[in-house]
């Protein structure tokens, strides 16, 4: 979910539209991109077009038709392709095909020896590429990598890489004005994790933690946000479409959430344990149009929950 990490940070949407206009201003090919890519998809997360708009912001794209993944598999090396017809990587591509002919040039994005994406420029006629626009786009690419890296150390939970809370509350503030649809606001906290700590050891309860991240990013809404803002402690964002039914929604996708989180099996010492958990919630804008106050409202629920016996589902009530 690296893409929702950047478009909600001022900081490098300004980078990444300065990079794309000095290249612009250097290199006179029409169009020049960011992406951010996962197994099976290239997200572009920021693009430029002089003329022709060839490549649209916010696309998502399948992984293995598109040249980025030919930048992916070159060894972390510049790939220069002049003319797309004369390249043996591209002349039977889909893409040139499409197009007839263009030039392409990229290169990756990376953390480490891990590449999370590229920069590149691209257009549908040949252009001769010079040494100084290879050097230049190498620079760059580094720059947006260290931007990228930095800004989800800031955001990014050390032990689950869940999102965390100086997240939530840059992302609700950077687009409380977008959000024009009401949003429920998920607080949940495992029950009798204490118990997993005293008997086995912090170990153990840093992979209970770990186990129940992994869940949760597998069955909460691919519109929604996770993140772990301490212990035992984490919060859903889910957001809601105007066709859906605010309480009927979210009564089923936290009774969804629940479930999976009380059926997830976690093995210690050849044994198979179970956890359960109590979930309190909050809605914006009904509830309040602060994230603070938002927070504490679904943690207070979340405790009336326990109260009540816990594994429970609790609303916030003036």
């Given at each position: 979910m690296i893409?929702h990490d950047?478009?909600?940070?001022?900081n490098?949407?300004s980078?990444?539209?300065?990079?794309?206009?000095?290249?612009?201003?250097?290199?006179?090919?029409?169009?020049?991109?960011?992406?951010?890519?996962?197994?099976?998809?290239?997200f572009?997360?920021?693009s430029?077009?002089?003329?022709?708009?060839?490549?649209?912001?916010?696309?998502?794209?399948?992984y293995?038709m598109?040249?980025c993944?030919l930048v992916?598999?070159?060894?972390?090396?510049?790939l220069?392709?002049?003319?797309?017809k004369?390249?043996?990587?591209?002349?039977?591509?889909p893409?040139?095909?499409?197009?007839?002919?263009?030039?392409?040039?990229?290169?990756?994005?990376?953390?480490?020896?891990?590449?999370f994406?590229?920069?590149?420029?691209?257009?549908i006629?040949?252009?001769?590429?010079?040494?100084?626009?290879?050097?230049?786009?190498?620079?760059?690419?580094?720059l947006?990598?260290?931007?990228?890296?930095?800004?989800?150390g800031?955001?990014?939970d050390?032990?689950?890489?869940?999102?965390?809370?100086n997240?939530?509350?840059?992302?609700?503030?950077?687009?409380?004005?977008?959000i024009?649809?009401?949003?429920?606001?998920?607080?949940?906290?495992?029950?009798?994790f204490?118990y997993?700590?005293?008997?086995?050891?912090?170990?153990i309860g840093d992979s209970?933690i770990k186990?129940?991240?992994?869940?949760?990013?597998?069955?909460?809404?691919?519109?929604?946000?996770?993140?772990?803002i301490g212990?035992?402690?984490?919060?859903?964002?889910?957001?809601?479409?105007?066709?859906?039914?605010?309480?009927?929604?979210?009564?089923?996708?936290?009774e969804?959430?629940?479930?999976?989180?009380?059926?997830?099996?976690?093995?210690?010492?050849?044994?198979?344990?179970?956890v359960s958990?109590?979930?309190g919630?909050?809605?914006?804008?009904?509830?309040?149009t602060?994230?603070?106050?938002?927070?504490?409202?679904?943690?207070?629920?979340m405790?009336?929950?326990?109260?009540?016996?816990?594994?429970?589902i609790?609303?916030?009530?003036?």
């Amino acid at each position: 979910m690296i893409q929702h990490d950047i478009n909600y940070y001022k900081n490098f949407d300004s980078i990444a539209k300065e990079v794309l206009a000095l290249l612009a201003h250097t290199i006179e090919v029409n169009t020049f991109f960011l992406s951010i890519r996962s197994p099976l998809q290239s997200f572009m997360i920021k693009s430029f077009n002089r003329n022709a708009e060839l490549i649209f912001e916010g696309d998502t794209l399948p992984y293995n038709m598109v040249f980025c993944k030919l930048v992916v598999e070159n060894d972390l090396e510049p790939l220069v392709i002049p003319n797309l017809k004369q390249h043996p990587l591209t002349s039977d591509h889909p893409i040139t095909k499409v197009i007839g002919n263009g030039c392409f040039m990229g290169y990756p994005l990376t953390n480490g020896d891990n590449i999370f994406g590229t920069l590149c420029a691209f257009d549908i006629k040949p252009f001769d590429f010079k040494e100084y626009d290879v050097l230049l786009i190498k620079s760059l690419a580094t720059l947006i990598s260290q931007s990228i890296v930095l800004e989800n150390g800031i955001i990014r939970d050390s032990l689950t890489g869940l999102y965390n809370r100086n997240f939530i509350y840059n992302y609700f503030n950077y687009n409380k004005e977008k959000i024009h649809n009401e949003m429920a606001i998920l607080y949940i906290d495992l029950d009798h994790f204490k118990y997993f700590n005293d008997s086995f050891g912090h170990d153990i309860g840093d992979s209970v933690i770990k186990r129940t991240a992994e869940c949760l990013l597998q069955f909460v809404p691919e519109d929604s946000y996770v993140a772990r803002i301490g212990g035992d402690e984490f919060i859903v964002l889910l957001p809601t479409s105007q066709c859906e039914d605010l309480l009927i929604s979210t009564q089923q996708k936290a009774e969804f959430i629940l479930k999976q989180l009380s059926t997830m099996p976690i093995h210690i010492n050849g044994n198979v344990y179970f956890v359960s958990a109590s979930i309190g919630i909050s809605f914006y804008p009904d509830n309040g149009t602060e994230m603070e106050s938002l927070l504490k409202k679904a943690d207070w629920t979340m405790y009336k929950a326990k109260e009540s016996g816990r594994k429970k589902i609790q609303y916030y009530q003036e």
